[in-house]
């Protein structure tokens, strides 16, 4: 018996006087882009979800940047799914025709709220009149659904757009709240977002904490921490090693400042010049590839460090499994942006890939420097280093924390478990007997 089997024999006891929720919880998840390389996690969320009978309907407003990358299961999730962008002219004028004669007041309202509210710019304050455009768009799509509720993952623009179609629809919302830019540097409307859901969950205590911080008023009630989920069985270490024997240091991210790769690269260029022969395999794009590649060619690392690009998540696994050691030297931005827990570094853990990464936000709340991996200072290219060149040195340590990380990934990341919280935290009526302990 499922999980949602017995949730549903237990509904079925209770007496008949009290008040039943609908047989099967219907959500949309508003998605920004999906699915993608970054965000696998929403992934193995939405099919647990599926696979406890919840009928979940994928609403994304732009199509994969990169379609030849996705793994066939990340393509098979793509059935189905509602992109709104690019939207019909007609479709979209007449959503909002249909929706102005039909909720007028609600329409005209909130409409009137956002963009009244503070924003950092003109030009936020015009990105939130077109995601209200796209928003009118998603509830007329979705009206016919009899949805129960709209679940937005990141507190940006999908949660923009949660809000508005949750009014227009009559229904609640709620929130899966992100480390990313739209947290620690743009929180356009994030007050309001939150203090209109339901509820919301986030992955790291840092991202309440810091939400508690600058939106000054106590969040304990209003949003849970949950952290995210692996499937373990998919990472299991099979101890291959690189056919040239030389040590290989993987790194896995989106090729963007906050992921510290430029640092990454200062490193491996300090860690030569003390003579280690080693190989360093970065995997991932995004808007920082030419500055790195300037790097390496400045420093004439070409026969040591290698970008391969995005590459598929088996071979992603692939990677870990090959890997020396993982480093993932996280910094914060000149404007605050920042990671919370990078999920490749559970997934390296998971892997035995003796984890070096830094003390940036929420990182040290999976990553316990000399238990379960090391960290350095952001920014400090010399103590990462240090602490690169003692794993190289030391396979003993390099053992003892690739033991102690998987533990620490069984105990903690399992992606049933975690699902199983987050259901029960979120829609306790569906699923009140799962276990959300921990």
Same mark, same amino acid.
């Given at each position: 018996?499922?999980? &949602?089997?017995?949730?549903?024999?237990?509904?079925?006891?209770? +007496?008949?006087?009290?008040?039943?929720?609908?047989?099967?919880?219907?959500?949309?998840?508003?998605?920004?882009?999906?699915?993608?390389?970054?965000?696998?996690?929403?992934?193995?969320?939405?099919?647990?979800?599926?696979?406890?009978?919840?009928?979940?309907?994928?609403?994304?407003?732009?199509?994969?940047?990169?379609?030849?990358?996705?793994?066939?299961?990340?393509?098979?999730?793509?059935?189905?799914?509602?992109?709104?962008?690019?939207?019909?002219?007609?479709?979209?004028?007449?959503?909002?025709?249909?929706? &102005?004669?039909?909720?007028?007041?609600?329409?005209?309202?909130?409409?009137?709220?956002?963009?009244?509210?503070?924003?950092? +710019?003109?030009?936020?304050?015009?990105?939130?009149?077109?995601?209200? !455009?796209?928003?009118?768009?998603?509830?007329?799509?979705?009206?016919?659904?009899?949805?129960?509720?709209?679940?937005?993952?990141?507190?940006?623009?999908?949660?923009?757009?949660? $809000?508005?179609?949750?009014?227009?629809?009559?229904?609640?919302?709620?929130?899966?709240?992100?480390?990313?830019?739209?947290? @620690?540097?743009?929180?356009?409307?994030?007050?309001?977002?939150?203090?209109?859901?339901?509820?919301?969950?986030?992955?790291?205590?840092?991202?309440?904490?810091?939400?508690?911080?600058?939106?000054?008023?106590?969040?304990?009630?209003?949003?849970?921490?949950?952290?995210?989920?692996?499937?373990?069985?998919?990472?299991?270490?099979?101890?291959?090693?690189?056919?040239?024997?030389?040590?290989?240091?993987?790194?896995?991210?989106?090729?963007?400042?906050?992921?510290? @790769?430029?640092?990454?690269?200062?490193?491996?260029?300090? $860690?030569?010049?003390? !003579?280690?022969?080693?190989?360093?395999?970065?995997?991932?794009?995004?808007?920082?590839?030419?500055?790195?590649?300037?790097?390496?060619?400045?420093?004439?690392?070409?026969?040591?460090?290698?970008?391969?690009?995005?590459?598929?998540?088996?071979?992603?696994?692939?990677?870990?499994?090959?890997?020396? $050691? @993982?480093?993932?030297?996280?910094?914060?931005?000149?404007?605050?942006?920042?990671?919370?827990?990078?999920?490749?570094?559970?997934?390296?853990?998971?892997?035995?890939?003796?984890?070096? +990464?830094?003390?940036?936000?929420?990182?040290?709340?999976?990553?316990?420097?000399?238990?379960?991996?090391?960290?350095?200072?952001?920014?400090?290219?010399?103590?990462?280093?240090?602490?690169?060149?003692?794993?190289?040195?030391?396979?003993?340590?390099?053992?003892?924390?690739?033991?102690?990380?998987?533990?620490?990934?069984?105990?903690?990341?399992?992606?049933?478990?975690?699902?199983?919280?987050?259901?029960?935290?979120?829609?306790?009526?569906?699923?009140?007997? $799962?276990?959300?302990?921990?």
């Amino acid at each position: 018996m499922t999980d &949602f089997d017995r949730v549903e024999q237990i509904r079925s006891n209770r +007496s008949g006087n009290e008040r039943r929720p609908p047989e099967t919880l219907r959500l949309a998840y508003l998605i920004g882009t999906y699915p993608g390389l970054t965000t696998t996690f929403i992934d193995r969320e939405i099919r647990a979800l599926r696979a406890w009978g919840v009928n979940l309907q994928i609403v994304a407003i732009h199509r994969p940047d990169n379609p030849a990358a996705l793994s066939p299961d990340q393509n098979a999730l793509q059935t189905g799914a509602i992109y709104l962008l690019p939207a019909a002219p007609i479709t979209l004028l007449l959503a909002h025709l249909y929706f &102005f004669l039909a909720r007028p007041l609600v329409y005209l309202r909130t409409l009137v709220f956002l963009v009244t509210r503070p924003h950092l +710019s003109l030009g936020s304050r015009l990105r939130t009149v077109q995601h209200f !455009g796209m928003a009118v768009y998603a509830a007329y799509l979705l009206r016919d659904r009899s949805l129960t509720e709209l679940h937005a993952h990141f507190i940006d623009r999908t949660a923009t757009l949660a $809000l508005v179609a949750a009014r227009l629809l009559g229904i609640p919302y709620s929130l899966s709240i992100h480390a990313g830019a739209d947290v @620690f540097v743009e929180r356009v409307l994030a007050n309001e977002k939150i203090v209109e859901a339901r509820h919301a969950v986030t992955c790291t205590l840092h991202n309440r904490t810091y939400l508690e911080h600058v939106l000054g008023r106590d969040l304990q009630d209003k949003i849970s921490h949950i952290r995210h989920g692996l499937n373990l069985s998919l990472y299991r270490p099979q101890a291959h090693r690189p056919a040239n024997g030389k040590p290989l240091i993987v790194s896995v991210g989106q090729l963007a400042e906050r992921k510290g @790769f430029a640092q990454l690269i200062e490193v491996c260029s300090l $860690l030569r010049a003390r !003579g280690y022969e080693f190989r360093c395999e970065i995997v991932g794009e995004g808007p920082q590839r030419a500055r790195l590649e300037r790097m390496i060619d400045a420093l004439a690392l070409h026969d040591t460090v290698t970008l391969c690009g995005a590459l598929r998540h088996g071979e992603v696994i692939k990677k870990y499994d090959d890997a020396t $050691l @993982f480093a993932l030297l996280c910094i914060v931005t000149a404007e605050g942006d920042m990671d919370g827990i990078p999920n490749v570094i559970a997934e390296a853990m998971a892997m035995r890939a003796p984890v070096v +990464s830094t003390t940036v936000s929420a990182i040290p709340e999976l990553v316990v420097d000399g238990v379960n991996g090391l960290l350095a200072p952001p920014g400090d290219a010399t103590a990462a280093a240090a602490a690169i060149a003692r794993l190289l040195d030391e396979p003993d340590l390099r053992q003892q924390l690739a033991d102690n990380a998987q533990r620490t990934i069984e105990e903690t990341f399992d992606v049933d478990c975690n699902v199983r919280r987050f259901a029960a935290t979120l829609w306790p009526e569906w699923f009140t007997n $799962l276990t959300i302990d921990g």
